[in-house]
């Protein structure tokens, strides 16, 4: 017979048949290969159309289809139907990416060329950084997507320009680094994966752990002449005793407002503490009810998730001896980093309890409690999910304890 390849590739009852020719053709087999496809479904209307081509009158005497259903699918012998229908092997490609919809590709084909050029990159990896045989192995370990081979090889060179130059002497920014190395001063930024394996590298080259604490890989860098930046951020004192000589020390003293100590202030000039108890809370809010009532006691606030600058202050405290409270919002955030703060630092969690959130009331804010912190004791979660709601620090609950006195100033005349 003749066919109309028009016909036969706009057939619906046809077209899982196409489908699972055009899945072996992209799978890499050669079309004149392919001596029967096995179909998993097929309507019965197209099992009647090929049996209608392929049965000749002596298959049907002999009751013995050329198209066996089974249980595992139709088996449709190829070069019977290809030549039943006039067609030849070099028709089957273009029939069936009619028929599909999509050209066919052959992926085997590609899965090969994609692994040549993977074994390309890791290999100039290999050369580019043969100091940091680990750095490599992760790398490597990690995988590359196909559209992430031009930046792996970015931050091959980025970190082989970075790495050749240590230690540094003077010291250069990192910001500085990155701009020299990769032409853009946020790219090895400590939140970034460039940042991250630029950490991982000099841990390797200085034969340390790589540290997870954000002020302890600071430190790494610092050591290797590599400053982050240590300016912009900030952790706010109020009240805080120091006993100390330096610029710090005299700052504290002097102030009659919260002190807002950079990085660079908690490390050039630590300040000196004098024995106290030093709270630390989550939101500046708190430093603002201190002042507005004469709270006496010492804060520091870290305004959120800790940064370095935190965590330089808090285990500068932990090396002086001070004794360390900590209060922060009733939330899944906020009793994630107390249960961290309290882990890592030996603070005393302050207004954290269940009987915090009961004081709180049945509706103590409009925000909905949102996720479980995976973490921390589970009776302050069953409280909070009682109410379903969170309980945040400006909560009078909450400053009652923290601040030890009301939150609120006295009203003229009472």
């Known amino acids: 017979m003749s066919a109309d390849l028009g016909l036969i590739a706009d057939d619906p009852d046809l077209a899982p048949l196409w489908t699972a020719i055009h899945d072996r053709l992209c799978s890499g087999q050669a079309p004149e290969t392919i001596a029967a496809v096995r179909v998993p479904t097929l309507p019965p209307a197209g099992i009647a159309t090929l049996r209608s081509w392929l049965d000749t009158t002596a298959r049907r005497r002999s009751v013995r289809s050329a198209v066996a259903v089974s249980a595992t699918g139709v088996r449709v012998p190829l070069r019977e139907l290809l030549t039943v229908l006039g067609l030849t092997t070099e028709d089957l490609s273009p029939l069936v990416e009619r028929a599909v919809g999509r050209p066919v590709e052959d ?3 590609d899965r090969r060329t994609a692994a040549t050029l993977r074994q390309e990159l890791w290999d100039y990896t290999s050369r580019a950084l043969p100091h940091l045989p680990a750095l490599v192995a ?3 370990a990690a995988g590359v997507a196909d559209d992430d081979a031009a930046s792996i090889r970015r931050l091959v060179d980025a970190m082989a320009a970075a790495t050749s130059q240590l230690p540094h002497s003077p010291a250069v920014s990192l910001a500085k680094l990155s701009h020299d190395c990769a032409g853009d001063p946020h790219y090895f930024d400590l939140d970034t994966t460039a940042g991250t394996r630029l950490a991982a590298a000099i841990a390797e080259l200085a034969g340390r752990p790589e540290p997870s ?20 951020a900030t ?11 330096g610029p710090v020390d005299r700052r504290l003293r002097e102030a009659a407002t919260p002190v807002a100590l950079t990085l660079l202030d908690l490390t050039r000039t630590p300040p000196t503490l004098a024995p106290q108890v030093l709270t630390v809370v989550e939101n500046p809010s708190v430093l603002e009810a201190a002042m507005a009532c004469d709270s006496p006691g010492p804060l520091a606030c870290t305004c959120g998730q800790l940064g370095s600058v935190d965590h ?6 932990v090396d002086q001896g001070i004794h360390l409270r900590y209060s922060g919002d009733l939330d899944g955030s906020g009793l994630r980093i107390a249960e961290y703060v309290a882990r ?29 912190p995976g973490t921390g004791e589970e009776t302050v979660w069953d409280a909070l999910r009682a109410g379903g709601r969170a309980v945040f620090q400006e909560h009078d609950a909450v400053l009652r304890q923290v601040l030890g006195q009301p939150a609120s100033p006295p009203e003229a005349g009472r």
Do not use: K, W
Not at 235 to 245: R, S
């Open 344 to 372: 890592t630092y030996g603070a005393e969690l302050v207004a954290m309890d269940a009987s915090t959130v009961q004081d709180a009331g049945p509706e103590p804010s409009s925000v909905p409690l949102g996720p479980a």
């Open 138 to 140: 992760r790398m490597r």
């Open 235 to 245: 952790v706010l004192l109020y009240q805080v005793q120091a006993v100390g000589d």
């Open 312 to 317: 330089t202050l808090l285990q500068l405290a």
């Open 107 to 109: 992926r085997a084909a």
């Open 213 to 232: 604490r954000p002020d302890l890989v600071r430190a790494l860098l610092a050591d290797y002449g590599v400053i982050a930046d240590r300016l912009s």
